[in-house]
């Protein structure tokens, strides 16, 4: 247990923590969002943010002709490829995540079936992406090439600030201020709220529910596709397997911050990136992996409905 | 009432015992057909370049027995066994190579964990292996009599690698990760050892860490010079990037299970000046004849590549020798020698080799270059 | 149309016939069921012969296993209506109970048994006891938890293997004549079949009295099943024990079978495979759970031929599967309704709209 490297490093792992904690805010709105219409918990939510990283390296390699051995671009020509890439790892995370509503979901939840049935089903999706995925990958993981220089842009008490952190970490707050004001503002927002609290009122009081469904949906992918292309342009590596872990970490701060509350998944993505780049100093990163579950644990038993214990009809956000 | 009844029993008790008489019982004939020499390893998955560069060794060298003795009773095709290099697909398909009675040797199983789970299964059939590239020492306890291996074991290599590092970077400070596989702890325990006073720090990542940032922070506070991974090449990559990324100068160094054509390709600027061992010889540089045969027969020589195509030689001399059975042949390669392209190769009692070097190679521009062998 | 797909529903039929026979005719049909299963590994039907693997093996491993475990699990969720996604934790409590006492002491199989077995209904109590109170999803996380924390835990600590697992299990000692040898996975598979049916016996006593009606109790309603008196937490405990029980069986013989076993082997994706195989097939319905799990089981194992896009199309034939018949191929019919009568009901006009 090495104490000394997280009193020494203290910084530097905070910054990391609250980089590698933005993915997980923008990852776990899309399980809360979903729990908070349908209480279901997305299983396939994990595959929408694969996805999203791989729309991100086709667009990046493919229509913005970046090469992998290339030097990175600079100026308007960076930050239009950048551009490019985050809104089309949107889109296809969007996309996606409304087929596999439609697809997987649909037709069961207008058969009232068991929730049981649905998450085998949701689980069935999973599997199939991920699989469908690793014969076209051929199971290599596959590299994203550099876009953008990493440089530091200064230091703070000894932690080294990277540029490309903290454009991660700018743009996800912005993308969940703007979701804040869609769910609290918009017309679409006021259903998917009044959905979540009550199915059957809102329907009556003329509520299209496939719509504020569809709309949750193509929402929470907005959230990983974005999470998807901050992801991969800091870590420059992705696999048909990246879902998996990724999304037990960002369902596990969703539940932390209380699923179904989006203060809550913000406030849990951020609070699992830091305590797993904490405890990784502490404990070595090998248990990494339990001490984020066993912190899961203690809070469900001791409160049940996460640290803000709200629901996404309160809409405090 | 009482026909019914009896006529209920009869067909219940005939049904029964049909059950036992009409399913054909599984035959277990001797070898009608052909021999056939087995290659077991990864074929798909992200590990299939190592399987794919193995099992060409042992097609070329087929390829060229059958075409010097064209009346040979062997199979022109190589029974290919597909284990991922995961010991958890292995374990299922053993035991049904086991039960061919046509594979009277086997080539692998290329990966140590793959290893130790065919080997049990392997043994109790009789069924001769050698491995060219399963490193860990601990094997032989799995088979004792099957079990022979075409190259040193991490025994050899750990201690290699650690030279490596320590003779090309002047003051060395170490710090060593591994990645919690069989493989890797191993290797890593004998790195240790010969490290010594050498080593600053030490981390495990298991499979699936993407985020290295905890222990790159180890190791810039350890003030390390050199970072040691005995892990594989995917996660290998990713490693480096960060740690380039994140301003660390270390020199970079792995073993045999970073060196693959793919780690250049994922760690692109970040690979250059890594060092590797591998207790392997390319084939161009120990016989640049063959390897150009061998690139125009239709295959290219990779890793490991010239340990496999050894080992199958050494079966197929067997063979030729007059040895058709499971046993005669396992008799025959734990007794005699045999004059491969990278040594030579005469088992011990305990199934190993002596003998040879394990060589150092660094990247280059892009590509893996061979330093040679690493000095005592 | 579904209806007409199964007509009077194959469960309801097949429990009018059993109803209707005569003592004897249940006994024969009985045996000859029973010595069909045991008589199986020597079937070689190109039907439903596995290329790839060993069919033996694989009757014993994953069919036989998931059978086992599928009964086990479907206490858990299917009669009591406990989400349980951790199940492969008490597999692998028995495994390495089997395994570290198996090469660490000179006990031999029938010995670690019990301990095995004993060691995996522990966990269940420990885990159950604070966790059973939360409802529906906060438990299915809170075992999916738990079975990652077992299996993370085992790898990294190397006082048992860390990720290299344990090798050199030993086998069982010889049994009436027949040999536990690595190579022949016919013993261990009549071994694993006669647990099952053991069990299944056991199981279906239970569900019959008492507990069996506290845990339909609980699943339909856990309130009012309080109260009416029922003390739940404890049934509750007393499911979550015994399909602990029953994966800790499976885990020892599995651990006896493979000779050594890696900490990888026993990941998240078991327990959701026998979570499936218990939903597919029928929640709370015996027969269906069977019958899901020897489909789900022996499925991607018959079609290995297509080797590549197999797991793909497994992962199809799930989501197919939920949608086209969401309760399962045999689902749950109330047995306390049920009417040996029922090809008379229409003259009664019962639940006729009127």
Known sequence: MDFALLRDAFWGLTFDGIALGAIYALISLGYTLVYGVLRLINFAHSEVFMIGTFASLVTATGLMGVNIDDDPRTGASMIFTLLVCLVIAMLASAITAVLVEIVAYRRLRQRGATKLATLISAIGVSISLVELFRIITDSLPREFPRIMDKTFLFSFAGADIRNDKVMVIIAAGLMMFALERFITKSRLGKGIRAVSMDENTSTLMGVNINRVITVTFFAGGLMAGAAAFFYILVYENTSFKVGFFLGISAFTAAVLGGIGNLKGALFGGFALGLMETWTSAVFGTAWKAVISFVILVLVLLIKPTGLFGESIQQARV | ?376 | MLKLMTGMNLRDRGAAYWERSPKWRRVALAISFIAFFYALPFLNNPLINTPGSDFQSVLFYPVGMYVLMAVGLNIVVGKSGLLDLGYVAFFAIGAYTMAILGTKTSLNFWEILPIGVGLAMLSGVLLGSPTLRLRGDYLAIVTLGFGEIVRIFAVNTDAIGGARGIAGVPTPPDLFNAKFTILDPKPYYWLLLTFTLLIIWVVRRMAARRPGRAWDAIRQDDDVAQLMGINTRKYKVWAFVLGAAVAGVGGVIYASQIMSIVPDQFNLNISILILACVVFGGIGNLWGVILGAVLLAFTPERIRFLSQPRILVFGIALVVMMNLRPDGILPKKKREHFDPNWDKVEESGEGAIK
């Open chain 2, 1 to 376: 009432m009482k026909k019914n009844r009896v006529l209920a029993v009869v067909a219940a008790v005939a049904m029964a015992t049909s059950s036992f008489v009409a399913f054909a019982p599984s035959a277990s004939a001797a070898c009608s057909s052909k021999l056939k020499i087995a290659y077991q390893g990864p074929l798909t998955g992200p590990e299939a370049a190592l399987g794919i560069n193995e099992l060409n060794g042992v097609k070329f060298a087929l390829k060229k027995f059958l075409a010097a003795n064209k009346s040979a009773n062997v199979d022109p095709v190589v029974y290919e066994v597909d284990d991922q290099g995961d010991p958890a697909v292995a374990g299922p398909i053993a035991p049904k190579v086991a039960a061919e009675e046509c594979v009277v040797a086997l080539v692998g199983p290329a990966y140590s964990g793959a290893s130790r789970v065919s080997l049990p299964i392997y043994e109790a059939a009789m069924l001769p292996i050698i491995t060219p590239s399963a490193t860990n020492p601990t094997l032989w306890d799995f088979g004792k009599t099957v079990f022979h291996r075409a190259v040193l074991t991490d025994d050899y290599q750990g201690p290699a690698l650690a030279r490596l590092v320590t003779s090309r970077v002047k003051n060395a400070k170490v710090f060593l990760v591994n990645d919690a596989t069989d493989y890797s702890v191993g290797l890593a325990k004998t790195v240790d050892i010969t490290l010594a006073g050498r080593l600053v720090g030490k981390d495990t990542t298991p499979q699936g860490t993407t985020d290295f940032t905890a222990t790159i922070a180890k190791i810039k506070k350890a003030k390390a010079t050199a970072v040691i991974y005995t892990g594989y090449f995917s996660q290998a990559a990713v490693f480096v990037k960060q740690l380039r990324d994140s301003g660390s100068k270390a020199v970079f160094a792995a073993g045999d299970g970073v060196l693959d054509a793919q780690f250049v390709k994922l760690a692109r600027k970040a690979a250059e000046g890594v060092l590797l061992s591998a207790p392997a010889i390319p084939m161009e540089t120990a016989s640049p004849k063959l390897a150009a045969e061998m690139v125009k027969a239709g295959w290219t020589p990779g890793v490991y590549t010239t340990e496999s195509y050894d080992a199958a030689n050494f079966f197929l001399e067997a063979i030729k020798a007059g040895n058709t059975t499971r046993a005669s042949i396992e008799k025959y390669v734990s007794t005699k020698s045999h004059k491969g392209l990278s040594k030579t190769l005469k088992f011990d009692d305990k199934g190993e080799v002596s003998g040879a070097d394990v060589n150092g190679f660094t990247i280059k521009n892009g590509k893996i270059v061979l330093l040679g062998a690493i000095k005592a």
